[in-house]
C-alpha cells in the first residue's frame, strides 16, 4: 500500500489529522488497533474549548453538536461548602465552555471520513514503524490482529496512538527527553442517569478530596470523585460513591445532589508527560502519544485537536510549495502552547485535590489561592482564558500568521 500520510491511531488526533488532510486535498490511511464499536463506545472527555468547536464547525463536522451539545458561560469552583461562579464567557469576551463527549466527536469524524472515501483499517495488530529518516518512511501491521504483515509505504507517518502506541518509542532515546510527574491521585468517573444537578460544571475542594458535577444530556449525568489510583473499582459500591458525592459537594444552602441508577464507573490514574521534540525524521507525534495531563484542565482532547492543526498546516504548505519550514518548527510550535497546557492542568489539579503529603500550612495555601482566584477580576480572568483554551498563535518566519 502507499500513501502520502500513513496515520497510527483514530483517535481525536488520527481521525481530525486524516479530515484536515482531506480539506487540503492530501491523501492518508488511518490505521487502529480497536474496532470500530470500542472507539465509538470508550467513555472519556467531554469539554471543548471554544477552539475546537470552532474547527468542527469551519470543516463541516460541528452540525450534531451544536444541537446536541451544552454550551454554558461559566463553572463553579466550590470551597468551604459554598458556591463561586467563574463567568468564563464574560472574562473571556464571549468564549463558552462546551460539553459534548469524546465518543460523538469520535462518531462524528469517523462517519465524515467514511462518506469522503476515506480509508480507515480497524481491529490491526504488531503494529511497527521503519525508515523514519528516509523520504520513504513505513509502516507494517496485521489485518484482524494476527492476520498477515501488511505494509503501508508514505511519505510522512502521524503518530497518533496514544500514550501507549508504538510511536513515541520509535523516536531513538537519545533523541527525545521525557518529563512527567506522577500524582498521587485518581478519579473515580461514573455515568448517572438522572437530571442535572446544576446548569453549569461544578468543580469541589473538599477535605474527604476532589468532586467533579458535569453533564451528558438531560438524561445522563457525569461525575468523579479523587481516589486512590491503585484503588479497586470494586471497593466502590454504589452507595459509598453518592455518600462521597454527597459529602463533597455539600453546601450551606441548601442545593441537592440529584441521584440516578449507575451505569457506567470506573478509576483512572492522573499523570503530566511531555515527549521532547515531538518529531523524528518523518514521524510526528500529535496528542496523548506526546504528552499527557491529567484531567482537571478539561485540556487533553483540545490539545491533541490543536497538535494536528499545526501538522495539517505544515504538511500543506510542503505539499503546495515544498515548503519545509513548517514541519521543522512543528515540535517547537506546539510545545509552547503545550507548556502551557501542561501548566494549567498541574495548577487546577494541585488546586482542587486533597494531597495525601499535604500540611496545615499547605492546606491554608490552598484555600487561600482559591478565595484569590474567586475574589480577584485579575486572577478570574488568567483561570478562564486557560480553562476557556490559549489562542492558537503562531507565526511563520515568513510573517504568516496561522
Ligand atoms: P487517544 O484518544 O488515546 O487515541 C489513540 C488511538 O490510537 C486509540 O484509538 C488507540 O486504540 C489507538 N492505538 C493505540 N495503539 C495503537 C497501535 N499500536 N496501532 C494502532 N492504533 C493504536 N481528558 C479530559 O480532558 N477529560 C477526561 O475526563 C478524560 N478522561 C480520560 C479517560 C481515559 C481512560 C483516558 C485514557 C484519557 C482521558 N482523557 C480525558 C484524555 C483524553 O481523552 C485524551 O487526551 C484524548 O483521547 C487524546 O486523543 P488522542 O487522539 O491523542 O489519543
Ligand atoms: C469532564 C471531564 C473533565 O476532565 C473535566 O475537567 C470536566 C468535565 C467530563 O467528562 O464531562
Redesign the pocket.
Known sequence: MRTQVGI????????MLSHLLHLYGIESII????TRE??EG??????LEQGTVDLLNATGVGERMMREGHFHHGIELRFNGKGHRIDIHELTGGKNVTIYA?HEVIKDLVAARLKAGGEIIFN?GD?SLHQLDTPTPKIR?RKDQDGELQEITCDFIAG???????SRPAIPETVRKEYQKIYPFG?L?ILTVAPPSAPELIYANHERGFALVSTRSPEIQRM?IQVDPRDDIANWPDDRIWEELHARLATHDGWELIEGPIIQK?I?AMRSFVCDPMQYGRLFL????AH??P?T????????VADVQVLARGLESFYRSGKTELLERYSEICLRRVWKAERFSWYMTSLLHRHPDHTPFDRRIQLAELDYVTSSRAAATSLAENYAGLPMEFETTAGVSL
Open positions: 497510527i491511531g483514530a483517535g481525536p488526533a488520527g481521525l490505521i487502529e488497533s480497536r470500542e472507539i470508550t467513555i472519556r472527555a467531554g469539554v469524546q490491526v503494529v501491521f497518533c496512538d496514544g500514550f501507549h502506541g508504538p478519579w468517573g468523579y470506573n483512572i500529535a496528542g496523548d502519544a499527557i495531563v484531567p484542565g478539561a485540556k487533553g482532547l483540545n490539545l491533541a
